[in-house]
């Protein structure tokens, strides 16, 4: 689905990602982790195409990401930042159908099928009854939702997510990245979202990718990457893992003066 060949992201003079060679396949769901500042947002944006890669190239679909059209790029991959800013007045039906105009050429109207599956992504995010509002009335939390529901109405095969469940209830975090693993598992849709919940990160992803902060890195499937002393090496505070009937649960080690 997508892949980077000796991709190096900078800093200023900091590198950020030394040579990364990682290969995501279709029907995958990788968590991205490391430490504030160590580059997971920077690589995200990279593997969008809304930022160039310092050396090295990202290719999606076996085809260079500079030579995709930008329409047919966004039938192809989808991008949920990690903040946004709502300078214009738009209800949250305005805002989740503009996530369809990949598919509209050389018009800009919806009709009837956009409307459908606009409101379905809403209803999948439990902000349906939310339609009509005006997304700057919205709490974070539903904000989040609103435009995880475009992300969904966008309806492409690649979703690079960061920080999805930024801003949400525990009971939405759980209902959300359960819904993105199970696009996964049953639509064979490809999933990259960047997290600091190893909890959750764990519980639904098949793969990790470790960043450092001096461009060291570590990608492979959960079971091998998130290890304790891994974590602990690549987070830079020690983890303990505790076993609890099929699952595992992440929490730092107390400092202990």
């Not at 903040?83 to 989740?96: G, L, M, N, W």
């Not at 600091?196 to 990790?208: G, I």
Request: aromatic residues 4%; glycine residues 8%; hydrophobic residues 45%.
């Amino acid at each position: 689905m997508i892949r980077t060949d000796q991709l190096n992201l900078n800093a200023g003079t900091r590198t950020l990602v030394d040579k990364l060679n990682w290969v995501i396949n279709a029907g995958e769901c990788w968590s991205v982790i490391g430490r504030n500042g160590a580059g997971k947002s920077t690589l995200l944006r990279t593997l969008a195409g809304l930022r160039e890669p310092d050396a090295g190239h990202v290719t999606i679909q076996d085809r260079a990401l500079n030579d995709w059209p930008l329409a047919e790029l966004a039938r192809e991959r989808a991008f949920l930042a990690q903040a946004r800013h709502d300078a214009f007045s738009y209800s949250v039906i305005e805002t989740v159908l503009s996530a369809r105009h990949p598919y509209h050429d050389n018009h800009y109207w919806e009709g009837s099928d956009d409307q459908q599956i606009a409101l379905a992504a809403l209803a999948s995010m439990e902000v349906d009854h939310l339609a009509a509002r005006d997304v700057r009335s919205l709490s974070g939390g539903e904000r989040q939702r609103v435009a995880i529901a475009a992300m969904l109405a966008q309806d492409t095969p690649l979703l690079l997510l960061d920080e999805p469940a930024n801003a949400l209830d525990l009971a939405h975090q759980v209902s959300v990245m359960g819904l993105l693993a199970k696009l996964c598992r049953e639509q064979n849709k490809t999933v990259v979202m960047v997290g600091h919940d190893l909890n959750l990160a764990h519980s639904v992803s098949t793969h990790a990718l470790l960043l450092m902060e001096d461009g060291g890195w570590l990608a492979g499937p959960v079971a091998e990457v998130m290890q304790a002393s891994i974590l602990g090496h690549y987070l830079g505070h020690p983890i303990d893992i505790i076993e609890h009937g099929k699952r595992k649960i992440f929490i730092p080690k107390e400092d202990i003066a």
